[in-house]
């Protein structure tokens, strides 16, 4: 018995500096907002539609000239690469064509039709 409120406490011990850093929120960056950010650049940025563009050419290039010699390993890699590079085509692009999500207004909403007292 001794030992498990030992144990306890030792736990509680070592968990409290986490719990004491968790509650007084800094208002700094975290270390990983930089590397993501660039992260996003790379993927929606000319370099992406390059890529993009040269693993949708290379992939179905490989599936249509070369699909009877591969084993089932290799045709999944390709498919994989080849949903990859449409994925990050896509991305790029709907983000140069200007699409950033959904957009939902508030407000009262406009009747659609207008009708006239004329007879």
């Avoid at 409290?16 to 960056?29: D, N």
């Avoid at 010699?69 to 692009?93: P, R, T």
Wanted: glycine fraction near 12%.
């Amino acid at each position: 018995m001794n030992k498990i409120l030992l144990l306890a406490f030792l736990l509680l011990l070592a968990a409290a500096p986490a719990v004491h850093a968790a509650s007084t929120g800094g208002g700094g960056s975290l270390p990983w907002d930089t590397p993501l950010q660039t992260l996003q650049q790379d993927l929606t940025g000319p370099v992406a539609k390059g890529v993009s563009l040269v693993a949708i050419v290379g992939a179905g290039f490989v599936l249509m000239f070369l699909h009877a010699e591969m084993n089932s390993l290799m045709k999944i890699f390709v498919w994989l690469v080849l949903i990859v590079g449409l994925v990050m085509g896509a991305n790029a692009f709907m983000t140069t064509a200007g699409g950033s999500g959904a957009e939902i207004t508030y407000g009262k909403p406009k009747p659609k039709h207008t009708y006239s007292s004329r007879c």
